[in-house]
């Protein structure tokens, strides 16, 4: 679907959006043209605005590009519908900084303000520059007019640290309720060794549950994977804390598309193993007694 593109404009735009379809179809994308087609008959921008975006706030198609004099009218029509982050782009640096950090879905054009050659540039960028994800998730996420009901994130969670918590915090930014899955003692000896846990599952779920400003609910699962558990919770958003990306983490995990994946970057040198090999390198762990 990443390669069917909305294209629309008001009359001053019609000549730039033709050139443009050319362009793309010449691409392999698929355009849909909602129009006008006629330079000489003026037309509202709002109106044509509103056609693509509609489509886009219900996500039939995930990408459009408005043209009009300035770009402005259509931005500001635009960015009226949810789900729909329209940037205004009149030069080749903002091109991809809009969609590396704020995952922009729609391009307006100013077909007076830019010359045609440099609004060709700012696609071209616009179009081959993916978003970021990282630090960038939680903000564009803020945009939303509309806040996810329930967020699902899972781990060990067997030595709480500050990696932990920066997770937990991310996730629960994203929704109304944060649904913790944690894997049960005999599934984390799979994972992690004879040796781990260090804290059984029950304590790790006493825990969790005392962060009730953060986490609302936790569930004990008992499989390596957490397939099962997010097919019977049905959250709207899955996180993940990692070096993949989001789609990599979708194909592994096997989650279905109807729910959003937002991957919270690990934090360097946080994690339960550095914790437990720090103690084992104390040469007084033994407790002194006075």
Same mark, same amino acid.
């Given at each position: ?16 959006? =033709? &050139? ?5 179809? =010449?691409?392999? $994308? ?6 006008? $087609? ?9 109106? $044509? ?27 500001? +029509?635009?960015?009226?519908? /949810? &789900? ?17 950090? %704020?995952?922009? %879905? ?20 616009? *179009? ?6 990282? !630090? ?31 997770? *937990? ?13 944690? %894997?049960?003692? !005999? ?13 059984? =599952?029950?304590?790790? &779920? @006493?825990?969790?549950? +005392?962060?009730?400003?953060?986490? /609302? @609910? ?9 397939? +099962?558990?997010?097919? =019977? ?6 996180? &993940? ?8 983490? !979708? ?12 991957? $919270? ?15 084992? @390198? ?9």
């Amino acid at each position: 679907m990443n390669n069917i593109i909305g294209l629309a404009s008001d009359h001053n735009g019609v000549i730039l959006k =033709e &050139k443009i379809r050319a362009y793309l179809k =010449e691409r392999d $994308y698929v355009v849909i043209d909602i129009g006008p $087609y006629h330079k000489n008959k003026k037309v509202d921008y709002v109106d $044509y605005a509103n056609q693509l975006c509609q489509i886009i706030s219900n996500e039939d198609i995930h990408l459009g590009i408005l043209v009009c004099g300035t770009g402005v009218g259509m931005s500001i +029509a635009a960015n009226r519908f /949810d &789900k729909v982050r329209a940037a205004l782009v009149h030069n080749v640096m903002t091109a991809p900084k809009s969609r590396e950090h %704020n995952d922009s %879905n729609v391009l307006c054009l100013g077909s007076w303000s830019t010359s045609e050659k440099q609004n060709f540039e700012i696609l071209n960028l616009w *179009l081959r520059t993916d978003f970021g994800e990282g !630090r960038h998730v939680a903000r564009v996420e803020k945009l939303s007019s509309t806040k996810k009901r329930v967020v699902f994130t899972n781990g060990v969670f067997d030595i709480l640290h500050s990696g932990h918590l920066g997770l *937990l915090t991310f996730a629960k930014s994203l929704g109304d309720k944060l649904v913790v899955g944690i %894997n049960s003692d !005999r599934s984390v000896r799979d994972l992690k060794g004879e040796n781990r846990p260090i804290n059984n =599952e029950e304590d790790r &779920k @006493e825990l969790l549950e +005392a962060l009730s400003h953060l986490v /609302d @609910e936790v569930v004990i699962y008992d499989n390596i994977k957490s397939s +099962a558990v997010i097919d =019977e919770i049905q959250p709207s958003i899955v996180v &993940k804390g990692g070096e993949w990306t989001a789609e990599e983490v !979708r194909k592994r995990d096997s989650i279905p598309i109807g729910i959003d994946v937002k991957i $919270y970057p690990l934090l360097e040198n946080y994690s339960t193993t550095n914790v437990i090999k720090k103690i084992y @390198e104390q040469r007084n762990w033994k407790k002194i007694e006075n």
